[in-house]
């Protein structure tokens, strides 16, 4: 997994491809979680068909190839010709929200532990410091999400800046 890291991170250098806006800044390109693969860019043609170069040429390499059954694209903000354009590139099926992940929901909407949205507030059931103490002492134990994201942050920095040949 760690060539599939190199050749998207040079996928990414080419001028056609472009991020997602949301990952622009940290130029995030994909997430792994032990066998789950989250790959992000922008909802464009140029960009997908990059990803699906990059993905393509690594099965080549590894004779690895992703299960079409267990994958799917979350497309966003495109019109309906342009999503069908990027279904097609790619063979995925379209994934809708909410999904569950490791047991946590994940929506295309922020939503709080509660089952609030920014349209709508609930009163917090539960102090979100008893949510992150530990179960030995009636807690979830919970991270904070702000350790996660320096951690994952800090491991996508310590990645070789190596070239893929």
């Not at 991170?9 to 997430?31: G, R, W």
């Not at 792994?32 to 170069?53: H, Q, T, W």
């Not at 497309?75 to 590139?89: F, N, P, R, S, Y």
Request: proline share 5%.
């Amino acid at each position: 997994m760690e060539y599939l890291s190199r050749v998207l991170k040079t996928m990414s250098n080419l001028p056609d491809f472009l991020f997602h806006p949301i990952c622009k800044t940290l130029k995030l390109t994909h997430l792994i979680f032990v066998d789950d693969l989250m790959i992000y860019c922008k909802g464009n043609l140029p960009s997908v068909a990059r990803v699906v170069e990059a993905l393509n040429h690594f099965s080549e390499v590894s004779g690895l190839v992703a299960n079409l059954d267990k994958s799917s694209m979350f497309i966003a903000g495109v019109d309906d010709a342009t999503k069908d354009q990027l279904l097609a590139t790619t063979g995925f099926i379209e994934g809708t929200f909410p999904i569950r992940y490791v047991g946590l929901p994940l929506s295309s909407k922020k939503e709080y532990l509660w089952g609030s949205t920014e349209e709508k507030k609930k009163l917090a059931l539960v102090a979100w410091k008893r949510i992150r103490s530990p179960k030995k002492y009636g807690g979830l134990n919970m991270k904070g999400s702000k350790l996660w994201n320096v951690a994952v942050v800090g491991k996508l920095l310590w990645q070789p800046e190596a070239d893929v040949p």
